[in-house]
T-cell receptor, first 114, second 111 residues
Framework: DSGVTQTPKHLITATGQRVTLRCSPR?????VYWYQQSLDQGLQFLIQ???????AKGNILERFSAQQFPDLHSELNLSSLELGDSALYFC?????????????FGPGTRLTVL | EDQVTQSPEALRLQEGESSSLNCSYT??????LFWYRQDPGKGPEFLFT???AGEEKEKERLKATLTKKESFLHITAPKPEDSATYLC????????????FGSGTRLSIRP
């Protein structure tokens, strides 16, 4: 158990809908990262927040947005969902701001778009 | 363009049969190279970070090494519980915001 929690574990929704994924980092970690893992694209870095501020941006679509709240939990919002958004979404956390810091991954949220 | 290639895609070994997994990378200035282990349906588990050519790190039956073009994950006398997908990722100095993952090597150890 990494100490990172993600809810929900599974999410099934329809195209065009909007969903919110939630992540709570390990106690004491200030950075939260979001990743998408699909069969054809592998694991892709989406975005990093550090202490409430956006720190680094990867391959995040404009339809996706994220934020980190004062209690350090983070939410990833996915809107206008398409079939291709079906994937495992992982959250990771680390102590510091550097992306080279050791990252601890949560169990993931499996999103299925029908 | 920054790129990470892992080989082989899949590897089946007998328990106790040592081998190596390869991660070749092309980046404009390496900031860090990472190895993770991922079990089916679970999040990746951090193994090692390597920063510069010549660096080596060990953990139990695993040893990671780094050159200017590739990294190897050596597994010595593996056990069935070492079966997993091993992922390699790099971060380039030119794009500190981007962490690029390879597609992984699926390792299966037969008892």
């Amino acid at each position: 158990d990494s100490g990172v929690t993600q809810t929900p574990k599974h999410l099934i929704t329809a195209t065009g809908q909007r969903v919110t994924l939630r992540c709570s980092p390990r106690s004491g970690d200030l950075s939260v990262y979001w990743y998408q893992q699909s069969l054809d694209q592998g694991l892709q870095f989406l975005i990093q927040y550090y202490n409430g501020e956006e720190r680094a941006k990867g391959n995040i679509l404009e339809r996706f947005s994220a934020q980190q709240f004062p209690d350090l939990h983070s939410e990833l919002n996915l809107s206008s969902l398409e079939l291709g958004d079906s994937a495992l979404y992982f959250c990771a956390s680390s102590v510091g701001a550097e992306t080279t810091d050791t990252q601890y991954f949560g169990p993931g949220t499996r999103l299925t778009v029908l | 363009e920054d790129q990470v290639t892992q080989s082989p895609e899949a590897l089946r070994l007998q328990e106790g049969e040592s081998s190596s997994l390869n991660c070749s990378y092309t980046v404009s200035g390496l900031r860090g190279l990472f190895w993770y282990r991922q079990d089916p349906g679970k999040g990746p588990e951090f193994l090692f970070t390597l920063y510069s050519a010549g660096e080596e790190k060990e953990k139990e039956r695993l040893k990671a090494t780094l050159t200017k073009k590739e990294s190897f994950l050596h597994i010595t006398a593996p056990k069935p519980e070492d079966s997993a997908t091993y992922l390699c990722a790099v971060q380039a100095r030119s794009s500190a915001s981007k962490i690029i993952f390879g597609s992984g090597t699926r390792l299966s150890i037969r008892p």
